[in-house]
């Protein structure tokens, strides 16, 4: 039972390998940029080309299994999390990144069974960084293992934080009031990345010592929670309860002294949870 998943991983990494050089090809062409929620939540062919392909693969190695895919809940797919092998997908993480090519992005593969991530796939694939985790045994960068910053001091350390794309005044002032308290702790710095999985690997790899958010998706945590835990970080929600995968809301840092204390700053709201719409859900 030890290499249950390694099969699917090994396939996740290829799958992720390929969907990068689909990316990157792109890169070189014009990009024909459409909108979703609002007018700044772009979508480009290139997503929905590359989510197709992740999952037309994984279709045919894993029939019965399932998926939540970021373009797919776009197009109306519900947006489940069950205790069914389940992959997790953002095939562009940074599309805004993407369009103006801003050089991070990253195609985004999780997978969980029984409501757990069990691996993780995060591909920056201009930067040609593959990074894995598999649960219980650790997180690597290009085979190298990740450790993440042994820093406990908020006063020496970087935050990473991104500002979304929801222009609701009342969610802006919530976002730059955070992002005040944080900056005045003092900090050595704030930096964006334009990415959440990448914000977390960065995490991951003792880069900065804590990332935060409210308002990105499951596609956009799943992988890279369990990078950050496997290289020995901790996860939290805003309000410093346990991290839930659906609720849209994220403390991923280095240790729980920096996570508590960023959480204690941060004026927290609650976007609607990914499986708001799921059957037998709270309305
Ligand atoms: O570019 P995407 O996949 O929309 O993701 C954004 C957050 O939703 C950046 O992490
Ligand atoms: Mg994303
Ligand atoms: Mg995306």
Known sequence: MTDLWQDAMDHA????????????????????????????????????????????SVKEKFPTHRFIG?????????C????????????????????HRFPFVAVSIGFSVNKQVEFGVVYSCLEDKM????????????????????????????????????RDPEVVDKIFSSLRNILCIPVHGIRSAGTAAINMCLVASGCVEA?????????????????????????MDVEGGPFDLMSRRVIAANNRTIAERISGEIQAYAPARDDAAAPGADP
């Open 13 to 56: 990494v290829s799958a992720a390998r390929g969907a990068g050089q689909v990316v990157r090809e792109a890169l070189l062409e014009d990009r024909m940029v459409m909108v979703k929620s609002s007018s700044v939540d772009l979508v480009t062919q290139t997503d929905q080309k590359v989510e197709q392909l992740i999952i037309q």
């Open 80 to 99: 489940v999390l069950s205790d069914e092998p389940t992959w997790i997908i953002d095939p562009i993480d940074g599309t805004t990144n993407f369009v």
């Open 131 to 166: 990074f894995t985790a598999r649960r219980g045994r650790g997180s690597f960068c290009n085979g190298d293992p990740l450790q993440v910053s042994d820093q406990k001091a908020i006063k020496q350390s970087i935050i990473a934080t991104e500002f979304g794309s929801d």
């Open 211 to 235: 990332y935060y958010e409210i308002g990105m998706h499951v596609w956009d945590l799943a992988a890279a929670s369990l990078i950050v835990s496997e290289a020995g970080g901790v996860l």
């Open 70 to 78: 970021e373009e797919s809940v776009a197009a109306g797919e519900p």
